[in-house]
């Protein structure tokens, strides 16, 4: 085919010059991606950050391109070309089956968004599927061995997933890119020239190491800077909080969300087929929200509300020892009248920014290996001071939400607001003598 | 109040130091904009062009609080320090009463955005207007006349609305951002050391004409190739026809549209309130259009899965003179099975990349005045052959859309393509003799 | 060889996989490209255009290198892959004949670096062509005819010599990053996909006209606002005065030039060899201009002391009208003492952005063509309204050069100041009633 | 005085508003800064970074001039604004003492540029002074004071001098900017809005902690990919080498080097006065190394050569435990043919990335200071995981430098060098059973 391209820019172009890519790219299940937010709520907190899922999959899409090039052209002895189709299709495929707010969605409905992916390419039914099916019979079923990680052939699987993938290597400097926080942004060139193919899988050259640390503390940065913080963490809670709702309220108002969000019975109802989930995104959501907002159910209406309009839950850290008394917080949110089942949340924030192979761990990390001159392989953190530092501890915090109306710049409930503030200190949760946190 | 800002990947920081901004900022028609991306159709061919309105309308006003700022510090003579605020409220409302696809939807509903952004901000029922009138009873009117360009200060009037004001100077460098098109970048740094209030209005130094005629050319640029690019242009033609055939449909069909789009209802029964027009985003749009796609009506139908799947139309340039022969593609695009109404459409886009004033003009410019070294203004044109070149000049093209299958590469009705190729060159449409585009 | 890189702020990395490349960079020809500041005096007005000539002719075969690779990969028929090396070498090589402050040095002691160049490849005893005779006997030949216009290829000439050559897409992005003056970027990375070699040359996709059309706009900005800057030609004038004296006074002070400036003797005898030329470079030329500041010549030694101190003169525009006039100047700076063939100047500086090819002309230029679809070329002014502005005429200014002590804020003496600045309005020469500039 | 401005690829714009500050640029001892390359040998291996340290020096002044007005505005309080010239001045002057390829010249030459610094400053002989003493008789000993870290006001020694100071932060921008490693970039605007005045000196708040640690890190890489690469040091042992040569032979051959290189003379006879020093520049220092490459002497003549022509020696790692070993590597250096007093060396490069203050350390650190919400400050590894690996281990490496004539490929003696080449692997010097590094 001749060769087309997508203005992008991030990687300035994407280039397509495979029928298949081009065919999948339009294909409905693909386009649906344009409808998806990148960050969901995160958004909410970096205005710029509005980018979509079917940005970001043409980016991974793009690295793979570029990686298994440099492979086909430098390394016959140690690539195999013919996995070049697979691993650029896999990218692009792998976030197909994201749906809307993913990570809330998920937790409250019990979907599951790599099993949905995994459906997505080998239903007969999806556009997707038929255009994958053209390539060989088996084709979908590779494709979905990558994405579980079964496919034998190590390099295609870690390309696409492991601690420096297609994947991350995308949406960080994407995140960044459309956000504005500089800190995700790291040396693609550079980590694109020393990426090499080895017996095991994937290993980096060791006068590239530095661009490899600075992938992995760009994506700490990202992580401490942007996927965690508190305002867009507030956005999750108003959601999580919001459909919990709508859940309870379901089954004694059927006929209410039949008609004011018709999309969403089937997940209230637990009977949830491919058609169901593809039939939900950002827009569908927001709108049902929205006619939501005049719900006679108060807690219902008045949640639909605060998400839709942005009226964010503030938050305090609490320590692990603590936890057990943050009831004297919710009983005072609860005299002033919110109810704390939908008021409050806890909400937990972690990542391990690298680790090393542990095999006894419950999903052990497939480490980076750095390759030596003398064709050896080192782990990372084993060269790197900074890396070290960050191997193998979990970085985040524990946040309890609660209304705005809490604080005493609220001024609304002198006494209780008054009462409240005594347990705040520095945005931590103090009880007791000492904040131990 | 404490300064407030907002990280922004165009202007790296906006920053709000008055509290009235800041409320403004979190009104629920303000946060709307969220909802409404900035650039329309045109992200489904720069699929990077993701951005919201929200984001550009803080980033305008982020350039008016810059300007406001310099020219307090440095001409206190020329400017009255007292018009800050009006000016920096003004650039963040000026976008306030856009909706969803704005250009195509006013076409057909006959609402026009300057019009609802002026009941926006004076209607006492708004968030904005509670907001606006505390600062003084007769804040939401200085507003919108400046909107309307009837406020008495010509220096705010045009800062909010002149050939280079900080509404385009947003667009251009956002647009470009977002799109990774280049060409839309220009020197804001250098603008703002030039640009200068004068007694009839505003002026750029004599030593700055090199940037503002960059932005003049990088202007021309971003129209030429990212404003009318075709394939933009195709979707809305799609998304033009698509909602013709739901008014068409509509007096048959009342309790249909009633259930799949309620929100549409007062637009088809020509009874909008400023609430039903707050009631549209892209979302609740697209949300309709999906139910739409299994309509009984095949016509709707197909033109929703069209629009929603981005299957766009195909086009060709045509002149003025042969405008009048068009009726034979429509002929032939009507043998083979489509209703020329719905699958075909003129689109002309056109602009005048920059003109001085025209006292008989029916939109007379202001024009872009030079301020030279003894205190005389001399229009920019008059000064640089490069903006002269691009004075009172419009480019753009007519084009004529049709459905891709009657391309031959399509291969569907062969005879039938084969006639339609015809009269195909170039991407022009031909006719007799000459292709005298 | 195995690939090396060049980290490169430009083009990111520069890639050497020939080990002629290497080699020739290596050489000692090549290395004192190092000492020689790519823009003379330019670097005086914008303090961040310090590069070399070095980096700008790793950068002008960087480019070379992309191009012949992408034409050897996708245009095997019209693009003949035996050139690839010539073409590399050539741009790689094409300034090495450059020298310290090459245009004010070339005027005055009637060097020419063109023919410099061509004895660097030709001469049996440089490196440079030890390198370049390995790999063919008739290669340094076929380097120097492609350098003079005469190879018969003429892909491979325009490729290194036209009005869009890999030398100015090097200078103009790299002269831009330096000094910061944003405006001569343009998108490079558009113009490598559509760059084409057809029969007669080199031509340029009609669906990338508007990256031509704004390269053609940078390099038109660039020189308008840089290369044209009235400060650095200050500072050459300043350079060729002090040059000017040297020479006078060379023919009675052979003993003093002798101990002073060894390496500038034989240009001041006219008796010049290829190793005499090569021994100069910036460094040595400063190093003597700073021996001179103590010289017993008063003039000699206060121009020096005003180049390397960096006392600029000043300057006005004057029409070609009033030329003739401007002996009134000359008169007024004698009187207070100042010798005006040491203390003024006149400074022409124009450019033709654009050209058409005119047979005519006393140098025609091969004009740009844009290849439209059905494979017919058309020149870019024909398709351009902007370049079309642009096409055919000069743009620039004359410049009166004098000491900035006759202005009036210098106060030095009064009366001859203020009869001097009587002739000055808005920085240019007035004459009579008119300032008809 | 009219706000001068100078164009900066940095910063943008250098603001000038200030006569004294634009009177000190105009200084004959601060010209010549532009004579000095920031980086020495590093832009031996990479090309990009051929700024001055003029360039530099102005960046350091801008982000003071930033930093003050931002306290001058903002901190009336605890910033006293009578300090703001105190602070730009310094800044823009602690480098003027600084001579060509500083650090190898000092040591062999028993230079201080920090001294000189001093001496420019407080010499009432210099134009430098002379401007200073104009704003108040002890001004130019108040500068000196903050220097040298004796200044009462420890903000002002701190801005000036400091583990994040503007010296530095200007340098790593600007050298990353300069050279294309993109690792040294860190986000500026960030620590600008965090930076505070508190009372013992300069702090940031805890909401911008993040930026200070992604600086910390930025300096940790530019260090161990920038200043420490082997090639650079390979040309500073070169250098050391030569003026070891020359300093050796001067007693014998005063006469060839009072005419090759008269500057030099004062620092051979240990007589040096600041006037001496002034005169010496890289352009100086190089000239006179062409002239030593005709030298009779075959050691000064080749080591000459091999610096101007950039022949750079080879090295390895050595372990502390090892360098008693070295020995054996010289032995068959000399075996064949080479001086190993001027053909080896040993090069020795450590940094302390980041510390906290040590009382009893040789040079005890200013730490670096955080702010926290209730106003109390954490020592800033305390808080960051990422800046606490790093804090008070060296990191870098000795290297044992040596002709790269005496590696294999260079194949000139062939058993001698297989002998040498025995005692290397992976880039390290290892002696008997174990690579212990």
């Known amino acids: 085919m001749i060769e087309k391209v997508f203005r992008d820019p991030v990687h300035n172009y994407v280039h397509v010059d495979h029928q298949v890519i081009y065919d999948l790219i339009n294909t409905k299940e693909f386009q649906r991606l344009r409808r998806i937010k990148q960050l969901g709520t995160s958004g909410y907190t970096f205005h710029g950050g509005e980018h979509s899922r079917f940005s970001h999959c043409l980016g991974a899409y793009e690295i793979a ?21 697979l691993t650029m299709v896999t990218a692009l495929l792998h976030d197909v089956g994201h749906g809307a707010y993913s990570h809330t969605f998920e937790r409250l409905f019990d979907t599951d968004h790599e099993e949905l992916t995994r459906q997505m390419i080998t239903n007969p039914e999806t556009e997707i599927h038929q255009v994958l099916v053209q390539v060989a019979p088996d084709f979908p079923d590779k494709v979905a061995s990558v994405i579980h990680h079964t496919y034998p052939n190590k390099q295609v699987v870690q390309l696409i ?16 890119f459309y956000t504005g926080a500089s800190y995700g942004q790291f040396d693609l060139t550079r980590i694109l020239r020393v990426i ?64 004011t969000s018709p999309n969403l019975i089937p997940f209230f109802e637990k009977q949830v087929t491919l058609q169901d989930y593809l039939a939900l995104d950002d827009g569908v959501m927001n709108t049902y929200f929205q006619v939501w907002m005049t719900s006679p159910d108060i807690i219902l209406s008045d949640l639909a509300q605060r998400f839709i309009n942005r009226k964010v839950f503030k938050s305090v850290i609490f320590s692990q020892k603590n936890e057990k008394h943050l009831g004297i917080m919710r009983d005072l949110i609860s005299q002033v009248g919110f109810d704390p089942d939908y008021y409050t949340a806890i909400h937990r924030n972690f990542d391990l920014p690298y680790d090393f192979y542990r095999p006894d761990a419950e999903k052990p990390r497939t480490q980076i290996e750095i390759l030596q001159k003398d064709g050896s392989l080192a782990e990372l953190s ?43 200190q520095n945005d931590y949760f103090i009880y007791g003598e000492a904040n131990d946190c």
């Open 65 to 85: 391109r570029r990686i298994t090039k440099i492979f086909s052209e430098k390394y016959q002895d140690s690539w195999d070309s013919h996995e070049n189709l």
């Open 161 to 176: 997933s492991s601690q420096i993938d297609v994947d991350r290597m995308d949406y960080l400097l994407r995140d960044s």
């Open 196 to 259: 090499v193919p080895v017996e095991k899988g994937i290993a980096f050259k060791r006068n590239g190491m530095h661009a490899v640390e600075d992938y992995v503390v760009s994506r700490y940065q990202m992580y401490m800077q942007v996927y965690f913080h508190p305002a867009s963490r507030a956005m999750e809670v108003l959601l999580q909080n919001l459909l919990k709702r709508a859940k309870f309220l379901y089954p004694e108002q059927k006929d209410y969300f039949a008609l």
């Open 382 to 424: 084993s060269l790197s001071p900074l890396v070290h530092s960050l191997a193998g501890t979990r970085q985040g915090d524990n946040r309890f939400y609660f209304p705005k109306e809490m604080l005493a710049e609220a001024g609304l409930f002198s006494e209780k607001n008054h009462a409240f503030m005594n347990y705040i």
